[in-house]
């Protein structure tokens, strides 16, 4: 196969693992985005608890680092790929057993949760693959409860578009997009950090990385909320 196959059929995987090599996918991910997961975690900072709702999880390997900041958060997975939904459920089955994590396949372009059911949400390197990023965001703001608090986080552009996948239906965004989406799905109190790592690519190698971090709110008096 040629590069472009091998790159178009990378980024399919990365959008929703499926299929022999799911695990081995969702492990490399893991490893990947380790460093910007656990930035996104920490700022975020869900507190004691909070019911906290992550958009694709993928394998699911660093929920201790949510779970363990106190014994009364509540977690829940929405991932799009069934192979991760299954290896999440497997690696976090003690977690399960208590009652403190969930996970379920789903989209967040529609998601199943109740409105205002969660505290803090989280969402890392998911955003390049939404067609309608306002419907994705809509529904993140309809489940979160006024006050709540989002943690997007996403490569800079400049950087993704040098990785052969990205090519292959990848929607790529600077700061200034990501914080306008934001603006535009309603929600208020939008903060920025960067987060720069070298480290390896999911098309191998090592390459120098530039993330953003976006938090934001869900307004406290919002009118999505109002019975007027």
Known sequence: MDENHNSAALAGQLRCPHGSEAVAIGARMARNNAGPI??????LAPANGDRVLEVGPGSGAHIPLILERGDAIRYQ?????????AEAVAS?????????????????EAMPFADA???SLLCVNTLYFWERPQDHLAEM????RPGGRLCL??????????LPFSRHGFRLYGRPQGEALLAVAGFDT???RSYCETG????????QKRFHLLRARRPVLDLATSPC
């Not at 976090?92 to 967040?108: H, P």
């Open 38 to 43: 656990t930035q996104a975690i920490d700022w």
């Open 77 to 85: 997975g929405l991932d799009l790929s069934a192979p991760m939904v």
């Open 92 to 108: 976090q089955g003690a977690w399960i057993e208590t009652g403190r994590a969930r996970f379920q396949q789903g989209s967040s």
């Open 117 to 119: 059911a969660f505290d």
């Open 141 to 144: 703001r309809r489940v979160l």
């Open 153 to 162: 986080a996403y490569g800079d552009r400049d950087f993704m578009s040098a």
């Open 190 to 192: 939008i903060e920025h």
């Open 200 to 207: 390896g690519s999911n098309s191998g190698g090592e390459v």
